[in-house]
């Protein structure tokens, strides 16, 4: 039996999560965004499972290619372009589509004597303030692009919310608003909605909604789960019990001896740790689900184990297995008590995690 952390990923439950958006945005096409290996579900195997996405959003080259090498053949967008002239004929010949958001990629596109055309995507900075245009440029790069004989007909217009994971937050309406304005005059396809903005500001879906997080069944808001979302969790991540001992009253547990028994109670070892991409920040009562009710994690996380308190009657036995995270157990829990975000505990995900596949 493997004693290394297992991340079972559901493949059903993310082509459900996908029919979810859809019936969210039924006027919408998606834009199934992969970044960061499938928001560490696998790129390829993601890709491959959702049939029914109309495009793929990828963050750099690499990850678009990988996916042309695994013979996917759904259009692909870089959502942050490109940043050299060379890269516009690898574009061109994988069939990858470019966000365009600086004036150095404009030029280049201007410059260039590229042997076909491109699809592009203009992003417009609405508050964000990390990537996109300034809205006072937004026309002179629109004019510019549509003269460009590198660029398909037809340029779309995309923007990216600071702030639509607060509901009601102003931030997202003054965002909106500066969209809807500039491009009041332009019949061009839009996309403004991440998932937080799929689930909480319909009137931002636009002709393109970009759901990443959700797609793995996961909500975007800091105090809910995607279940209250109707999304099923599509990763599961588990190991297995190592040792099982006991404690007595006022023992420590860990490095730093940080954790100390109240009571004489039974000590669990888990083969999982910081070194597979479980949180070292979660503190001391993270739940851990094993044999049907949840423990707290009791101690720090070590590199290749945790320690949680069985509880002074336990019945666990060698070889159980305990869930980290999964359907049993809400992945926006575990990222409260780590204080992070799930979003980045499915990054952290390391090699040493074996992967399977449930269709
Ligand atoms: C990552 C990303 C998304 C998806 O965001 P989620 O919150 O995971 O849905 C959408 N658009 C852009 C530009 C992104 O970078």
Same mark, same amino acid.
């Given at each position: 039996?493997?004693?290394?952390?297992?991340?079972?990923?559901?493949?059903?439950?993310?082509?459900h999560?996908?029919?979810?958006?859809?019936?969210?945005?039924?006027?919408?096409?998606?834009?199934?965004?992969?970044?960061?290996?499938a928001?560490?579900?696998? *790129?390829?195997?993601?890709? !491959?499972?959702? /049939?029914?996405?109309?495009?793929?959003?990828?963050?750099?080259?690499?990850?678009?290619?990988?996916?042309?090498?695994?013979?996917?053949?759904?259009?692909?967008?870089?959502?942050?372009?490109?940043?050299?002239?060379?890269e516009?004929?690898?574009?061109?010949?994988?069939?990858?589509?470019?966000?365009v958001?600086?004036?150095?990629?404009?030029?280049?596109? %201007?410059?260039?004597?590229?042997?076909?055309?491109?699809?592009?995507?203009l992003?417009?900075? /609405?508050?964000?303030?990390?990537?996109?245009?300034?809205?006072?440029?937004? %026309?002179?790069?629109?004019?510019?692009? &549509?003269? +460009?004989?590198?660029?398909?007909?037809?340029?779309?217009?995309?923007?990216?919310?600071?702030?639509?994971?607060?509901?009601?937050?102003?931030?997202?309406?003054? !965002?909106?608003?500066?969209?809807?304005?500039?491009?009041?005059?332009?019949?061009?396809? +839009?996309?403004?909605?991440?998932?937080?903005?799929? *689930?909480?500001?319909?009137?931002?879906?636009?002709?393109?909604?970009?759901?990443?997080?959700?797609?793995?069944?996961?909500?975007?808001?800091?105090?809910?789960?995607?279940?209250?979302?109707? *999304?099923?969790?599509?990763?599961?991540?588990?190991?297995?019990?190592?040792?099982?001992?006991?404690?007595?009253?006022?023992?420590?547990?860990?490095?730093?001896?940080? &954790?100390?028994?109240?009571?004489?109670?039974?000590?669990?070892?888990?083969?999982?740790?910081?070194?597979?991409?479980?949180?070292?920040?979660?503190?001391?009562?993270?739940?851990? &689900?094993?044999?049907?009710?949840?423990?707290?994690?009791?101690?720090?996380?070590?590199m290749?184990?945790?320690?949680?308190?069985?509880?002074?009657?336990?019945?666990?036995?060698?070889?159980? %297995?305990?869930?980290?995270?999964?359907?049993?157990?809400?992945?926006?829990?575990i990222?409260?008590?780590?204080?992070?975000?799930?979003?980045?505990?499915?990054?952290?995900?390391?090699?040493?995690?074996?992967?399977?596949?449930?269709?």
């Amino acid at each position: 039996m493997s004693r290394r952390p297992v991340a079972q990923i559901n493949l059903a439950a993310l082509q459900h999560n996908l029919a979810r958006v859809r019936a969210l945005a039924p006027s919408s096409q998606v834009l199934a965004v992969l970044k960061a290996n499938a928001y560490g579900h696998g *790129l390829v195997r993601v890709a !491959q499972a959702l /049939t029914d996405a109309d495009a793929f959003a990828v963050a750099r080259i690499d990850e678009a290619l990988a996916l042309r090498t695994a013979g996917i053949v759904k259009p692909i967008v870089l959502l942050e372009g490109f940043y050299e002239a060379a890269e516009l004929p690898i574009l061109l010949a994988n069939n990858l589509q470019t966000v365009v958001h600086n004036e150095l990629q404009l030029s280049a596109l %201007e410059q260039t004597s590229l042997d076909g055309q491109l699809k592009v995507w203009l992003k417009i900075d /609405t508050g964000m303030h990390r990537l996109g245009i300034e809205p006072a440029q937004f %026309e002179l790069f629109y004019r510019r692009l &549509w003269q +460009c004989s590198a660029v398909l007909p037809g340029i779309r217009l995309m923007s990216h919310f600071c702030c639509a994971d607060e509901r009601g937050s102003e931030r997202t309406s003054q !965002q909106l608003a500066i969209f809807s304005e500039l491009i009041r005059d332009k019949a061009d396809q +839009c996309s403004l909605a991440n998932s937080a903005a799929i *689930l909480a500001w319909p009137q931002s879906h636009g002709e393109w909604v970009r759901p990443g997080l959700m797609l793995h069944g996961i909500s975007p808001f800091a105090e809910q789960t995607g279940q209250q979302h109707q *999304l099923l969790p599509v990763m599961r991540l588990s190991s297995r019990l190592i040792a099982v001992r006991q404690v007595q009253q006022g023992e420590t547990v860990g490095y730093g001896g940080q &954790w100390q028994a109240k009571i004489p109670t039974t000590l669990g070892v888990i083969a999982v740790g910081y070194g597979d991409g479980y949180p070292r920040h979660a503190c001391n009562g993270t739940p851990v &689900w094993i044999n049907g009710r949840e423990v707290p994690l009791a101690g720090r996380v070590s590199m290749d184990m945790i320690t949680v308190d069985l509880g002074p009657n336990a019945h666990d036995k060698l070889g159980d %297995e305990a869930v980290l995270w999964g359907p049993e157990l809400a992945i926006e829990r575990i990222a409260l008590s780590a204080g992070t975000i799930p979003y980045e505990l499915l990054c952290n995900i390391t090699p040493r995690v074996d992967y399977q596949y449930l269709s």
